[in-house]
């Protein structure tokens, strides 16, 4: 096969590229899959560092904003494949290596089925555990409800 060939073949392969056009995936797409994927595990109390944990609560407060999935999450998207990387914050008595577990394959499952990238990998950071009456939270509704 000519190299022309071959590069017209693996992008055939691909569920995005066709002979009739190629379909690119912006990085915030796959970033707000992903961080919907993740809340969706039992166990994950909230996405991001402590940071922009603050960050998202105070643009939560403000009235007729919504809430930003994509925090806590990093992406690279490439033609075919996709790594993401998540902050997030556990719940007390959760089994962080389960959680993590169930986390990426959530996020693979996901991101895999809407967009037809590859996941290469899900690197996971678990920046703190969550205590039932901790005070950044007391009298607020759990943080993942709309």
């Known amino acids: 096969m000519t190299e022309k060939t071959t590069a017209a073949k693996a992008q055939s392969d691909s569920a995005l590229a066709s002979d009739q056009g190629k379909t ?3 990085d915030q797409v796959v970033a707000k899959i992903a961080g919907i994927a993740t809340r969706e595990v039992a166990g994950v109390y909230s996405l991001g560092g402590g940071v922009s944990r603050t960050v998202g609560a105070l643009r939560e407060r403000i009235p007729g904003s919504r809430t930003n999935f994509g925090q806590g999450v990093s992406v690279e998207v490439g033609e075919r494949q996709a790594a993401v990387d998540l902050d ?12 993590a577990a169930g986390v990426r394959r959530n996020v693979v499952d996901a991101v895999e089925r809407m967009t037809g990238l590859e996941v290469t990998e899900v690197n996971i950071v678990v920046h703190d555990v969550h205590l039932e009456g901790d005070s950044e939270d007391e009298g607020d509704a759990d943080p993942r409800v709309e």
């Not at 997030?88 to 959680?99: N, S």
């Open 24 to 26: 690119t995936i912006a």
């Open 88 to 99: 997030l914050v556990a719940d007390y008595g959760i089994a962080i290596a389960d959680l």
